[in-house]
């Protein structure tokens, strides 16, 4: 499996939580990192964060302190937990994968990423 699959969208209330789920094989690799990305219609698609082999990571500013990442190596998947969530968060969350060394500066050009799921919906609304 080298394409991601996401799961865990979901409709959600403001100051509920969700998690999100990604698997792909790649994801046993230790040099390959993982990303999500958000996209609402019509709009660009936003870096939410990613996640380096080593466990390091990076969040967009509106996402920081409420949203996290973990890695489970052993089931090729990695989640994203989202708490606190508002009505900006809605979209269509998409997980994408590569090499480790892309989860850096500039990591959320979409372009280094090599590796794309369809995504998964989440809404918040009240």
């Known amino acids: 499996q080298l394409q991601p699959v996401e799961s865990g969208g979901d409709l959600v209330q403001p100051g509920g939580s969700l998690t999100l789920s990604c698997t792909a094989a790649d994801f046993i690799l230790a040099d390959y990192a993982v990303a999500w990305f958000r996209q609402a219609p019509g709009k660009d698609p936003e870096g939410v964060g990613c996640?380096?082999?080593?466990?390091?990571?990076f969040f967009a500013d509106s996402v920081k302190g409420r949203f996290t990442i973990s890695r489970d190596t052993a089931n090729s998947k990695m989640t994203l937990q989202m708490n606190s969530l508002n009505v900006e968060d809605t979209g269509v969350y998409i997980c994408g994968t590569g090499g480790s060394s892309i989860c850096s500066d500039q990591w959320s050009t979409v372009d280094r990423w090599r590796y794309w799921g369809q995504g998964t919906q989440v809404t918040v609304s009240s």
């Open positions: 996640m380096r082999s080593g466990g390091g990571t």
